[in-house]
């Protein structure tokens, strides 16, 4: 193996393929990426056998060959380089890599590419084409509800799913939801993995080759594709919430107010609310057409806000957690939000607003997003 390749090249190769690898493992031979070099590029792979990522680029290569060397190391070596060239060549006798830039030389260890793990292959059938925007998109606003807890793997997760011509993507704790989808005509499937690691493939796609994003779904693994990075991640099993259930269809008070006024107004009702419950009181009067936002404890202090609003239906007033409304209208590109109440004790949905005169699109890549938020009982102490 002897390739030459610029330093910017393999830097962007190096922290690319080193995502999934783990900082601490037992495992020598994950803690290592993969070099491969064909015919006239050079391709790096690192997994930690539940996702792994393959990504690639052209390069000088005087010979092929194969190996795997420490990641960590390799990265820390090509940061201190300061020529615009790099060298690498393999001495398969003693297993060393030989990094040459202008005159500095480091031989850096390695194991052979058989000791890497096996690269999942991709099944048989139809690949699905997406916009890369695009599903960047339906990643983002379909796995904010998740949460990293162990006991229950599926608040952790993002389903997706293909099916009657959308795409859909959710995730939700069972206290709040997202759901994102979008027109996409491709055979019905799914697959739920992992919330973190579809963040983290979805970030990788986001590079020049990344215009547009391939999806497989086997039944043990998804894969991602673009025109440099290659992903997969293995599936988690089980079965999925009923989350259609949990949507509201019909809403007995429904309000269309300011996104950053209520941002601005949930912000501040966070800096007095009670650690214990985080709790938001929303107020929806008909009559003034006015949005009150309400929060306090005995130790902090109490705020209270009118928002204009245009209200449809009965005054209501409803409890929630003030994270997952900043949580919801964060991912809110619109200037306006919509709010839907079902019932005082009944769930609430959150989702962009744009009237069909207006210009401004709901989410910038015909992506439709929803969010519901789960009420909570009046805390003691109501204020």
Same mark, same amino acid.
């Given at each position: 193996?002897?390739?030459?390749?610029?330093?910017?090249?393999?830097?962007?190769?190096?922290?690319?393929?080193?995502?999934?690898?783990?900082?601490?493992?037992?495992?020598?031979?994950?803690?290592?990426?993969?070099?491969?070099?064909?015919?006239?590029?050079?391709?790096?792979?690192?997994?930690?056998?539940?996702?792994?990522?393959?990504?690639?680029?052209?390069? =000088?290569?005087?010979?092929?060959?194969?190996?795997?060397?420490?990641?960590?190391?390799?990265?820390?070596?090509?940061?201190?380089?300061?020529?615009?060239?790099?060298?690498?060549?393999?001495?398969?006798?003693?297993?060393?890599?030989?990094? &040459?830039?202008?005159?500095?030389? %480091?031989? !850096?260890?390695?194991?052979?590419?058989?000791?890497?793990?096996?690269?999942?292959?991709?099944? +048989? *059938?139809?690949?699905?084409?997406?916009?890369?925007?695009?599903?960047?998109?339906?990643? &983002?606003? $379909?796995?904010?509800?998740?949460?990293?807890?162990?006991?229950?793997?599926?608040? #952790?997760?993002?389903? !997706?799913?293909?099916?009657?011509?959308?795409?859909?993507?959710?995730?939700?704790?069972?206290?709040?939801?997202?759901?994102?989808?979008? =027109?996409?005509?491709?055979?019905?499937?799914?697959?739920?993995?992992?919330?973190?690691?579809?963040?983290?493939?979805?970030?990788?796609? +986001?590079?020049? *080759?990344?215009?547009?994003?391939?999806?497989?779904?086997?039944?043990?693994?998804?894969?991602?594709?673009?025109?440099?990075?290659?992903?997969?991640?293995?599936?988690?099993?089980?079965?999925?919430?009923?989350?259609?259930?949990?949507?509201?269809?019909?809403?007995?008070?429904?309000?269309?107010?300011?996104?950053?006024?209520?941002?601005?107004?949930?912000?501040?009702?966070?800096?007095?609310?009670?650690?214990?419950?985080?709790?938001?009181?929303?107020?929806?009067?008909?009559?003034?057409?006015?949005?009150?936002?309400?929060?306090?404890?005995?130790?902090? *202090?109490?705020?209270?806000?009118?928002?204009?609003?245009?209200?449809?239906?009965?005054?209501?007033?409803?409890?929630?957690?003030?994270?997952?409304?900043?949580?919801?209208?964060?991912?809110?590109?619109?200037?306006?939000?919509?709010? $839907?109440?079902? #019932?005082?004790?009944?769930? %609430? &949905?959150?989702?962009?607003?744009?009237?069909? +005169?207006?210009?401004?699109?709901?989410?910038?890549? &015909?992506?439709?997003?929803?969010?519901?938020?789960?009420?909570?009982?009046?805390?003691?102490?109501?204020?």
């Amino acid at each position: 193996m002897n390739v030459t390749i610029s330093k910017d090249r393999l830097q962007w190769l190096v922290q690319t393929a080193s995502r999934p690898i783990p900082s601490r493992t037992t495992f020598t031979s994950i803690r290592g990426c993969l070099l491969e070099c064909t015919s006239d590029s050079l391709v790096l792979s690192g997994t930690n056998l539940d996702w792994g990522v393959r990504v690639s680029s052209e390069a =000088d290569v005087r010979s092929s060959g194969s190996l795997v060397v420490s990641a960590k190391i390799l990265e820390d070596v090509v940061r201190t380089i300061s020529t615009p060239q790099v060298t690498l060549s393999l001495d398969e006798s003693a297993w060393a890599l030989t990094v &040459k830039a202008g005159t500095s030389e %480091m031989v !850096l260890n390695a194991i052979p590419a058989d000791d890497f793990p096996r690269w999942p292959a991709s099944p +048989d *059938g139809e690949e699905i084409e997406l916009d890369g925007a695009l599903f960047r998109e339906l990643v &983002k606003i $379909g796995a904010t509800c998740a949460v990293s807890n162990p006991a229950r793997p599926l608040w #952790g997760a993002c389903l !997706l799913e293909f099916k009657e011509g959308k795409m859909i993507a959710v995730s939700t704790d069972q206290f709040a939801l997202s759901r994102a989808r979008a =027109d996409v005509e491709a055979p019905e499937c799914r697959a739920i993995m992992s919330a973190t690691i579809l963040q983290d493939i979805a970030r990788l796609t +986001d590079t020049e *080759g990344g215009a547009k994003v391939t999806v497989k779904i086997s039944d043990n693994h998804a894969y991602f594709t673009t025109k440099d990075v290659s992903c997969f991640s293995r599936l988690i099993d089980g079965q999925y919430y009923a989350y259609e259930q949990v949507i509201p269809r019909r809403f007995v008070s429904s309000a269309r107010v300011s996104t950053e006024d209520l941002m601005r107004a949930a912000s501040r009702a966070a800096i007095v609310a009670s650690e214990e419950d985080r709790a938001m009181r929303m107020i929806l009067h008909k009559d003034t057409g006015t949005l009150t936002v309400k929060a306090g404890s005995p130790d902090r *202090g109490r705020m209270e806000e009118d928002l204009p609003a245009v209200i449809e239906g009965e005054s209501i007033e409803i409890w929630v957690q003030h994270k997952y409304i900043l949580q919801a209208l964060g991912k809110i590109s619109t200037s306006h939000t919509f709010l $839907g109440i079902s #019932g005082q004790v009944s769930a %609430m &949905k959150v989702e962009p607003f744009s009237s069909e +005169d207006s210009e401004e699109d709901s989410e910038g890549t &015909k992506v439709e997003a929803a969010y519901v938020i789960m009420p909570m009982s009046s805390p003691r102490g109501a204020f």
